[in-house]
């Protein structure tokens, strides 16, 4: 049994034996976009790939898939440096990972999103896996969604409105305990240009609570219409301390996730309809 957890080290028969001892997959999802003025445009995969990594290395039950790259951001556009992907390519060639991935036998993917308008396509990617594969399970989150990250943000976070929305306090301190030498930290900014609102858009994404999170509202304007610089908080707070608490966070957050993931059961199927379709006929809701 080999002891490599990333998935693309690994040979033919070792991913044999990978899908013999049941081993999990992570599939961390980036993107790459502007991050104001002091931040690079890898943030959203750097910081989803060390959470990633960090965890997957620890484990023995576990491989990490390497990142995709790219994601889904046609409203940052107007600052320079993004690759956006067509929201159905996108979608399409993240299921073709995981499908290919089920195809070889593994039954536990899970992706691990760190750029925002991600979210909700890799939520249908997940559910798009599950129905072509019903003895396979496919989950989805984001890592600020995570609790402990949650309660690190409650603990740590100093500045005010939207501390963890887009290259912020959060951001930028992780980012600081990563590459502290690629942070132009003479360019930090505190950017709260987009108001707060009880309706719209509360981006700040690691909010104290759940319902801080949420507006019922969500209209994704075009990023110049909402940020002056880039920027979405106060990075001028951030500090290499805070990232670690944060990184740490998300990882201890990850390692539960997936012990609870584990052991999850994979149930059948049980059609209740009176009659059900003969093989040969065509019914896009049976499962596969």
Known sequence: ??????????????????VEDEKMVLVPVGATEDHGHHLPLDVDRELVSAIC????????????????????????MDYPGGITIDWETFVKHTIDI?????????????????????????QQVARQVILQYPDVHCGNLSWWQIEEVREAARTHRDAGPQ??????????????ALHPDDVR???LADDVSYPESKHFNNLDLAGETREEESTPVAMMEWWSTVSETGTMGDATEASAEKGEAFLDAAVEGLHSVLDEYRDHPIRDIDDHHARTVEDHEYDPFRPK
């Open 1 to 18: 049994m080999s002891d490599e957890y990333r998935y693309d080290k690994l040979t033919w028969p070792e991913v044999n034996e990978a």
């Open 53 to 76: 990594e960090r965890t997957a290395r620890d484990r023995d039950d576990t491989l990490l898939f390497p990142t995709v790259d790219h994601g889904y951001l046609p409203h940052h």
């Open 98 to 122: 995981c499908v290919s991935l089920a195809h070889h036998g593994f039954e536990k993917i899970l992706l691990v999103n760190g750029h925002g308008s991600n979210d909700h396509l890799l």
């Open 163 to 176: 501390g963890s929305a887009h290259a912020g306090e959060m951001e930028t301190s992780m980012y600081l």
């Open 185 to 187: 930290t003479d360019e």
